[in-house]
């Protein structure tokens, strides 16, 4: 994985640009001007981070993964970490100066969306530790370890990549990667787990129950022409009831999975981007204290072919409706 340090002029820019511009979370005109205008930022002040979303974006970095670096957190601006992801919860009087930064660089990936049922459709997720989610497998989660996964598996429309800025760190809660190019497959586990034998669940912070019986039926690996594609949530999919030879592969996948294993400890102000299908990730646990100063992660999630959910943005043009197939 490669690390990249962002330009201080872009940085000043966007922090600039940030100021009085309210009610990005409850107005989606102000999230895109405030996008639109991040991005553009980017693009004056800071070229060469632009040409490594660039090469990011089309598959050309070791590992699928970029840790921008050089952000620095304004601690009090930002106040006490939110207790949820509710509306209610984000403080909207102070000025948006992380999500800029996040807009900036997740803008120049692709497109900045969001799924309906996940958040209530919010186009940037605060993500911190929810009192009563601690065992919880979801962000919001703290005291168990949230398993090797990729965002929104059991959705066609799955996030081509995720943004991850950490506004708060927690030294016990690493971020881990495994690419899935380093994930070690005998040739027989490929084609096992390149078959729909295996049940997708729907998490429950998509509103599902996260047993892979009430998911959607499909395949692990994907991708042809030498494509090598993931899409699995371990705390939600199953082989299929009674497919012995299915499960023992998904079992094998998951030791490779640990074998390929990268550790972010992601501290305030790293901005991590990745590519949601060729990168699994977990989080291990960690104490939350519900003391206002927890871990805080602002993510978004972006497709590089917003063409292919089209059909379903019936409300918001960024928010992916419920697949009419009951996904
Ligand atoms: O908390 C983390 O580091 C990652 C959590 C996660 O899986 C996510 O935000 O998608
Ligand atoms: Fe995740």
Same mark, same amino acid.
């Given at each position: 994985?490669i690390?990249?340090a ?8 966007? +922090? ?8 990005i979370?409850?107005?989606d005109?102000?999230f895109d001007?405030?996008l639109? +205008? ?6 004056? @002040?800071?070229?060469d981070? /632009?040409a490594?979303?660039r090469?990011?974006?089309?598959? !050309?970095v070791p !590992? ?7 952000f ?21 009087d102070r000025?948006?100066?992380t999500?800029?930064t ?7 990936a ?18 911190a ?12 989660g +703290?005291r ?14 799955h ?9 708060r760190?927690?030294?016990?809660a690493?971020?881990?990667?495994a690419?899935?190019d380093? /994930? /070690?497959?005998?040739?027989e586990?490929e084609?096992i787990l390149?078959?729909p034998?295996?049940?997708?669940g ?10 892979? &019986? ?5 395949p /692990?690996?994907y991708?042809?022409d ?6 699995v949530?371990? !705390?939600c999919?199953?082989a299929? &009831? ?11 996948f998951?030791d ?8 972010v400890?992601l501290?305030?102000g ?5 590519d ?5 990730h977990?989080?291990?646990?960690f &104490?939350p204290?519900?003391d206002g100063?927890d ?5 978004v ?7 292919? +959910? ?8 960024r928010?992916v @409706?419920?697949?009419?197939?009951g996904?």
């Open positions: 994985m690390t990249h962002l330009a201080p002029a872009a940085l000043d820019a966007l +922090s600039a640009l940030a100021v009085g511009r309210r009610g979370y409850r107005d005109a102000a001007d405030l639109a +205008s991040a991005t553009a930022a980017l693009a004056a @002040e800071d070229p981070t /632009v490594v979303i090469r990011f974006a089309a598959a !050309d !590992d699928g993964a970029v840790l921008f670096t050089g620095t957190v304004d601690q009090e601006q930002m106040g006490r970490t939110p207790e949820g992801w509710q509306l209610e919860f984000q403080n909207q000025d948006p100066v999500e800029a996040l807009l900036a660089l997740a803008g120049t692709g497109e900045i969306f969001a799924f309906a049922r996940q958040h209530a459709g919010a186009q940037i997720q605060n993500v530790p929810v009192k009563g989610h601690e065992y919880d497998a979801v962000g919001t +703290s168990g370890l949230l398993d090797w996964h990729t965002e929104d598996a059991f959705d066609d429309a996030p081509h990549y995720v943004g991850l800025l950490c506004v760190g927690d030294v016990n690493d971020t881990a990667l690419p899935i380093r /994930v /070690v497959l005998s040739p586990d084609r390149r078959e034998r295996f049940l997708h729907i998490d429950k912070a998509s509103g599902g129950t996260g047993r892979p &019986e009430d998911g959607v039926r499909g /692990v690996l991708g042809e030498g494509e090598r594609f993931v899409r949530d371990m !705390d999919a199953a299929v &009831e009674g497919d012995e030879e299915a499960a023992a592969a998904l079992r094998r998951h490779a999975a640990d074998a390929a294993r990268i550790a400890n501290k305030a790293d901005l991590l981007l990745f949601n299908r060729r990168v699994l977990a989080r291990t646990s &104490e204290r519900y100063t871990r805080w992660l602002q993510r999630i972006i497709t590089g072919d917003p063409g292919a +959910s089209a059909g379903r943005r019936t409300r918001r043009p928010v @409706e419920n697949d009419p197939a996904q």
